[in-house]
């Protein structure tokens, strides 16, 4: 069953007021479902950032679609927050709070176990792309020439 961000984000909201909910930013209800299955960042140098912060930048980018480079500046740096969204997701914390938050609407009696969803979607490629000739391309044509209209002293023309 596919879910977007929107249902994922509706599971932890639970009735909270409109005025308390930023748009791209998780709420403090959220972030207190989310903080025990986030990892505390261990880091050598420098002060860690903020993992609400950066989860935060990372919801940015899945809702908004920009790219990487895009994310405002109140996130954080964005290499930072690309760095980990990518060791979130290698080490499953992503994956681990998808399933708290199916948890959560499975629990509320939100999720249909009977409904399943079928991508019916096909695309036809053209005759190019499996190595037909393209509509209106001609052969490059070849020069014919008979034996007898080559020069006498020209010799064979295969080289085996």
Known sequence: M??????????LRNDLPPEEI???ELTNGEWAVLRP??????????????SRQLLNGT??????????RDLPERYGPWRTVWQRFAKWRREGVL?????RL???????GRLDWDLGCVDGTSVRASRAAVGARKKGARRASRRIMRSDDREEDSGP???S
């Not at 596919?2 to 984000?9: F, I, S, V």
């Not at 919801?59 to 990487?68: F, K, Q, V």
């Open 95 to 99: 994956e681990a709070i998808r399933e």
């Open 59 to 68: 919801l940015w980018i899945l809702r908004t679609g920009a790219p990487w």
């Open 37 to 50: 299955l986030v990892p505390r960042p261990t880091t050598r140098r420098g002060s860690p950032r903020d």
């Open 22 to 24: 930023g748009r791209h």
């Open 2 to 11: 596919e879910l977007t961000l929107d249902d994922l984000a509706d599971a």
């Open 157 to 159: 023309r295969s080289t």
């Open 102 to 108: 199916l948890e959560r609407l499975n629990d509320a």
